[in-house]
């Protein structure tokens, strides 16, 4: 093996529970290993790294990974852990989730070559075969109810009421596993550790079903310092998919995260050596104002998610938001990079053919948008060098034309370094 795939996770706090004989597997030779990901949503979410990343150190470790997605076991939802019944998807919707974590796992993971190229696989295709019957002879007959129950994730549920549908759920995830041990000769499943229960089923199926051995290993579900839920912002949740998260909103997140988190996350999310990041801890200790963890943080996973491009202009939009720009960098973002990155500042329409006359900067911040509160308020303004016309200081004779605009339509005004406000034209 290209690495020992269980030490190097080790160093990187990725190991919370492993069964016996799994180092010692996979220490062996190439083993098989799959992760199963849930399709409640058309994008995975930057929860979904974490075992995004177990199924790439893998790779990376000479083994060979398979992403499962749950075409049938998203027809019904996983109850581990959670307080509440899921919705059920439609075959439509879930058909729309599917095609949209496809085509997200293919850019992380090598589908092409080596023989240990990834996999992808449904679980529909192997369950859609099974009819009710079927199933409860010929997998539910192998657990007892009493295994069943034992699990965290269904005892934590009996007080509040778990439905049949949810309660059969492990069989259908301990299936899985048994059917890739059959046709893929898969040994090991991975996961969060809030999956713990149900992978051990699949190990118990492989077991009693099969005669054979399988393995389990699960890492840390991830939280936050201040013990905040780990991907969520004041916006919501933090997707992959650049058209429900902006490349600028997904960088800014890694950017702000705090030092005792940064230190953690670099370590789960980057594939930077133990010397590197020590390094890097070490430069940013000594200048913590710098956020040099955070920034090598934030540039390796947009640049592996989103591209280098994106990247550099989430760099740009970051200096352009906290004062570190020029009226260069306005003009080079697209309308809907501006939009993004201003999103929430304030509007005011002015019509376009007033630009082709000019408009005098006073009238422009007060009478025409409201930017200011009057004509006074915005000469003593100008006067005292605190008002910018898209990142550029201007004096009170200034007139706004056509050839300020951002994209032939917007105007950043600035009052100081934070206050912004968008003149739209049409």
Known sequence: MAKNFVEELRWRGMVQDITPGTEEQLAKEMTTAYVGFDPTADSLHVGSLIPIMLLMHAQRAGHRPIALVGGATGM????????????????????????????????????????????????????????????????????SVNYMMSKDSVKKRLETGISFTEFSYQLLQGYDFLHLYREKNCLLQMGGSDQW????????????????????????????????KFGKTESGTVWLDPERTSPYEFYQFWLNSSDQDASKLIRLFTFLSKEAIEELERQHNEAPHLRILQEALAKDITIRL????????????????FGKSTSEDLKRLSEKQFLEIFNGVQQATIARNEFEEGVGIIDALSAKTGFLKSNGEARRDLQSNAISVNKAKVDEHFTLTTADLINEKFILLGKGKKTNYIIVAE
């Open 76 to 143: 019904i939802g996983d109850p581990s852990f959670k307080a509440d019944e899921r919705k059920l998807l439609d075959e439509a919707t879930l058909q729309k989730n599917i095609d949209g974590i496809t085509k997200q796992l293919s850019m992380f993971l090598d589908f092409n070559s080596g023989s240990n190229k990834a996999e992808l696989v449904n679980n529909y295709d192997w369950m859609k075969e099974f009819s009710f019957i079927g199933f409860i002879r010929d997998v539910g007959k192998h657990m």
């Open 197 to 228: 229960g149900n992978i051990t089923t699949g190990t118990e199926l492989v077991r009693r079903v099969a005669g054979g051995s399988a393995f389990a290993f699960t890492c840390p579900l991830l939280t936050k310092a201040d013990g905040g």
């Open 306 to 321: 989103h591209g280098k491009e994106e990247y550099d202009m989430a760099v740009t939009a970051s200096k352009i938001l």
